[in-house]
C-alpha cells in the first residue's frame, strides 16, 4: 500500500477538443461527449457518437487509448453534480469533447480499478467541493479535485479488485436489467388493459359497429358516433401574455408548469418555477383547475400528457402546452376527464396526435387541430365504470412497479457502497479472483 495523490496514477491532465465540423477527409473521427456516457456501465456509449474534424495539431497526445479515463469538467445540473468519470475501452480513433479532460493511468495503475475508484468518489460526493458555478454551468476544477491523498494498494492487488469488483456489480447489473425488463413488462400490460376498455368497453359479447375511424376499428354499438374533440371540450394555450424571461421567476406565487415538470402522468410541483400573482392574472385562458387534462404539442416530447389530480395553489401554463377542460351541456359534463386522459394515453391515440403535427426540424401541432381529432365516448355512465375497473386492474401493476423502483433503488445503494468498501479496503476481497483482468 501507498498513500499519494490521486492525480499521480495519470500521466497529466489532457484537455478535450472540438474541431470542426466533418469534412469527408482523414481527419474526421469520433468526439466523445458527456453525453455519451453510459453511468451505468462505467464506459463510453457507442448509440449516437458524433464526428468532428480534428487537425493534426489537435490530435497529437489526445487520441484516445484503450484503458484511458474521460472525466466530465464542464456540465452537471440541477440532479446531478459534474465530475462523471468513464473508461474508454474501444478501438475505433476519437478524441474527447472539450467539456472533458482525458485522465491517462500510468504505469502500475489498472485502468479498471482506478474507474471504479473515480465512480466512488464521484458517488460519495467528492467533486462537489471543487465545483465553481458559472453562468449555469458547474465547472470542476481538476487539478483540485484529482489532489485528495488515496492509499493505493499493490498493482496486483488493484487488478485483484478490480476482477472482483467486474464479477459483483455484473451480477448486479443483471439483476437491475431483469427488473427495468420486468417494469416494461408491467407497463405494456397496464398500456393494453388500459387501451383495450377505452376502445371496446368492459363486456366482450356486446355487438359492435364500425367507428368510421381506420386507427380506431370497431367499438360497442350503444355508443354515441365519434365526435370532434372541439365539440366536447374546450382546448386553451397561452394567448394573452407571451414567454418569461429568468428574472421573472420567484421563490413564492403562482406555479408555472411545462411538461418537464411531468413525471408518470402527474405534475412535480416542487420542481415547478414560480411568477407574481399580477403575471399570473394576465390570462385566465391558462390557468388551470384540478381536473385538467394538460398535453405537450410540441417539441420531443409531443402527446406528453399529465392530469391535475391535485392543485396546491394558483397554477399556468406555458406556452408548449394545451389544456383539455369537458365543455358542460344542461349542467352535466360531456366525458369524465380521467376517461378522456386514458384514451389520450393510448398508443391509438398518441400515433393520432403525432400524424397531425406539422415541421421539418420542430414538429408540433397546434391547438385548432387537436380540437379537429375525433373520439369515441360511452354514455357518462359506462365511463365511471371502465374506470373503476381501470383502477381495480392497475392497482396490482402499480404496486408491482413501486416495488421494483425501491429494488432499483436500493440494489444501486449497494453497488455504490460494494464498490466504496473494496476500493477503500474497507471490503475484504478473496485472495484470488478468476481471470483477473490486465490493463
Known sequence: ???????????????????????????????????DFDDQAGKVSTEKLTKRNISPSEQRGRVLQRGDLLLE?????????????????HDFTAVSSNFIALLRPRDGHDASFLTYLMRALYHGGGSIPHIKQTTGIQNLDCDSYLSRAFNFPATTDERRIAGYLDEATGKVDRLVALRRRQMELLREERAALIQQAVTRGLNPRAPLKDSGLPWLGKIPKHWDEPTRLKYVSTLKGRLGWQGLKAEEYRDEGPYVVSSAHFENFRILWDQCPRVTQERYELDSNIQLREGDLLLMKDGAALGK????????????????????????????????????????????FQEQIKVSATGTTFFGVSQEAIGELRVALPPLD???EI?????RATT??????????RQLALLAEYRAALIHECV??????????ANPKEN
Open 424 to 433: 477503500t479496503g474497507q471490503r475484504a476481497v478473496p485472495a484470488t479472483t
Open 73 to 89: 469538467k464542464s456540465g452537471g445540473g440541477e440532479q446531478t453534480s459534474v465530475g462523471r468519470s468513464v473508461r474508454f475501452d
Open 382 to 384: 359506462e365511463q365511471e
Open 1 to 35: 500500500m501507498s498513500i499519494m495523490r490521486l492525480k499521480f496514477a495519470f500521466t497529466p491532465i489532457i484537455g478535450g477538443v472540438w474541431g470542426d465540423e466533418p469534412k469527408g477527409d482523414s481527419n474526421d473521427m469520433v468526439c466523445v461527449r458527456v453525453a
Open 396 to 405: 396490482k401493476l402499480d404496486g408491482l412497479h413501486r416495488s421494483y423502483v
Open 305 to 348: 400528457l399529465a392530469f391535475v389530480d391535485t392543485l396546491p395553489g394558483p397554477a399556468c401554463l406555458n406556452s408548449h402546452l394545451l389544456l383539455l377542460r369537458p365543455i358542460q351541456i344542461d349542467g352535466e359534463p360531456c366525458y369524465d376527464p380521467q376517461f378522456l386522459f386514458c384514451l389520450m394515453q393510448t398508443s391509438l
Open 387 to 391: 374506470l373503476a375497473h381501470i383502477r
